[in-house]
C-alpha cells in the first residue's frame, strides 16, 4: 500500500509570497494532521482535518491554513511568508482521530526555504 | 506543551541494548504513552505506546512504571539503522492527533 506522499518535496519563495503544500494521505485513512519542523522548535502541531473538518488546531498564526477534500487530500497554506517560516513541513495520516490506539503515518515532508 | 522530558543524547554500541528513559510525570490516567522515531531527514516513525502494562512488539519494549510517572524505551540489540531521535510522548485517548512532540533523545548507535 503506498505511503504518504507530499508534494512538493522542496521549495524555495521568498518574504511577503505565499505557498500552498500537498500531502496525500494513504488510501482509507481520513485524519490529515500537518507539523512544522525547525532546529530552534523542533516538531509542533499545526493542525488536524477529518472528514473535511478542522478537528483541532495548534498555536500558531492565521497565516497557517489548511483544508481537506472528499478524497481525504489536505493542502496547507501560508501567506505573507516570513523567514521563520523556513521549516520542514510534515504530513502525517491516520484511520481515526481518536482513540486508544491510533498509528500516525507521516510522509516524508516538503521543505520549505524562504528568502 | 510537551509533558514529557528525555535527556539530550544517548550513546549505544551496536549489539547491545538501548534503554531510552522518558519522564512524564504529570501525566494523567487517561493518557497514553508513545513513542516515536525520526531518522535525519525522514517523517517520524511508529514504535510503540502503552498505557499501564508493558508491552513488547516487533520493534521494541516499553516498560512504564506502576505510577506511570516515567517509562522506558528498550532497542533489545541496537543495529546502526536505529540511529536517530526518539520522541516519547503523551497523549490522551481522546484528543484527536495533537501530537507534542517535545525535543527527543538523539541515540548514537556505534560501531
Known amino acids: 500500500k503506498a505511503g504518504v506522499t507530499q508534494t512538493p518535496r522542496y521549495l524555495i519563495k521568498t518574504r511577503g509570497q505565499q505557498v500552498t503544500l500537498s500531502c496525500s494521505p494513504i488510501s482509507g485513512h481520513r485524519s490529515v494532521s500537518w507539523y512544522q519542523q525547525t532546529p530552534g522548535q523542533g516538531l509542533q502541531f499545526l493542525f488536524e482535518?477529518?472528514?473535511?473538518?478542522?478537528?483541532n488546531k495548534g498555536n500558531f498564526p492565521g497565516r497557517f491554513s489548511g483544508r481537506q477534500f472528499s478524497n481525504s487530500r489536505s493542502e496547507m497554506n501560508v501567506s505573507t511568508l516570513e523567514l521563520g517560516d523556513s521549516a520542514l513541513y510534515l504530513c502525517?495520516?491516520?484511520?481515526?482521530?481518536?482513540?486508544?490506539?491510533?498509528?500516525?503515518?507521516f510522509g516524508p515532508g516538503t521543505r520549505l526555504t524562504v528568502l | 506543551d510537551a509533558k514529557t522530558t528525555q535527556p539530550t543524547s544517548m550513546d549505544c554500541a551496536e549489539g547491545r541494548a538501548a534503554n531510552l528513559p522518558c519522564n512524564h510525570s504529570?501525566?494523567?490516567?487517561?493518557?497514553?504513552v508513545y513513542w516515536y522515531r525520526q531518522i535525519h531527514s525522514q517523517g517520524p516513525q511508529y514504535i510503540i505506546h502503552?498505557?499501564?502494562n508493558n508491552e513488547t512488539n516487533e520493534m521494541a519494549s516499553l516498560i512504564i512504571t506502576e505510577d506511570r510517572k516515567s517509562s522506558t524505551l528498550i532497542l533489545p540489540h541496537a543495529t546502526l539503522r536505529d540511529t536517530a531521535v526518539y520522541y516519547c510522548i503523551v497523549r490522551p485517548v481522546y484528543n484527536f492527533n495533537k501530537f507534542y512532540f517535545g525535543s527527543g533523545t538523539k541515540l548514537n548507535v556505534k560501531p
Open positions: 502525517a495520516s491516520s484511520l481515526r482521530t481518536s482513540g486508544e490506539f491510533n498509528e500516525q503515518f
Open positions: 504529570t501525566i494523567s490516567g487517561n493518557e497514553y
Open positions: 482535518y477529518f472528514s473535511e473538518t478542522q478537528r
Open positions: 502503552g498505557l499501564k
